[in-house]
T-cell receptor
Framework: DTGVSQDPRHKITKRGQNVTFRCDPI?????LYWYRQTLGQGPEFLTY????????KSRLLSDRFSAERPKGSFSTLEIQRTEQGDSAMYLC???????????FGDGTRLSIL | GNSVTQMEGPVTLSEEAFLTINCTYT??????LFWYVQYPGEGLQLLLK?????DKGSNKGFEATYRKETTSFHLEKGSVQVSDSAVYFC????????????????FGKGTLLTVNP
């Protein structure tokens, strides 16, 4: 069990650029979640995959956001035309089966200049 | 919708003091309840959980009891250490609608705990 891995740890970009984050879940975990955490707040749910199927998306996930999980393994979260308000910590979590605890990665901190 | 309210911080204690961090929730169905801890520069770590009413979760000297009648899940520790300094998050899992379960987590805003020697 190597834990949930996220890459990069920190991304700095100019407003209007596209960014992509990667999450590698714990091996054999079929559920994968993305959350966003802003300063002084708890994480907020963005989207959820069971295997390769994206089963739910939050209203927080605007059309500029897209997430994929090809082959049900790693996942990517892309933000197009980044805005200042996108600055946050993006957290990935995975879990094994029904109602099992979610294990979180260390997150990707996005800073928009 | 679901929500979690936890006591505002920051909380500052001396080593060996008693800790309580209050957490109440609003949810449909029968959620599971969690406490996560976030140490500086690190990701969230599961501290303890409880899956049904009257369950007590415990780990590393921390305890919390699932109280359905008061919709609460307060975190307690009898004697805190400097190494317990971190941000603590109360959370519940969403059972979902129509019998489907996505178990997404709804978090409180977090409580910063600082323990001084």
């Amino acid at each position: 069990d190597t834990g949930v891995s996220q890459d990069p740890r920190h991304k700095i970009t100019k407003r209007g650029q596209n960014v992509t984050f990667r999450c590698d879940p714990i091996s054999e975990h079929n559920r994968l979640y993305w959350y966003r955490q802003t300063l002084g707040q708890g994480p907020e749910f963005l989207t959820y995959f069971q295997n390769e199927a994206q089963l739910e998306k939050s209203r927080l996930l605007s059309d500029r956001f897209s997430a994929e999980r090809p082959k049900g393994s790693f996942s990517t979260l892309e933000i197009q035309r980044t805005e200042q308000g996108d600055s946050a910590m993006y957290l990935c979590a995975s879990s094994l089966g029904l109602n099992q605890p979610q294990h979180f990665g260390d997150g990707t901190r996005l800073s928009i200049l | 919708g679901n929500s979690v309210t936890q006591m505002e911080g920051p909380v500052t204690l001396s080593e060996e003091a008693f800790l309580t961090i209050n957490c109440t929730y609003t949810a449909t169905g029968y959620p599971s309840l969690f406490w996560y801890v976030q140490y500086p520069g690190e990701g969230l770590q599961l501290l303890l959980k409880a899956t049904k009413a009257d369950d007590k979760g415990s780990n590393k000297g921390f305890e919390a009891t699932y109280r359905k009648e008061t919709t609460s899940f307060h975190l307690e520790k009898g004697s805190v250490q400097v190494s317990d300094s971190a941000v603590y998050f109360c959370a519940l899992s969403d059972v979902g609608n129509g019998g489907g379960s996505n178990y997404k987590l709804t978090f409180g805003k977090g409580t910063l705990l600082t323990v001084n020697p």
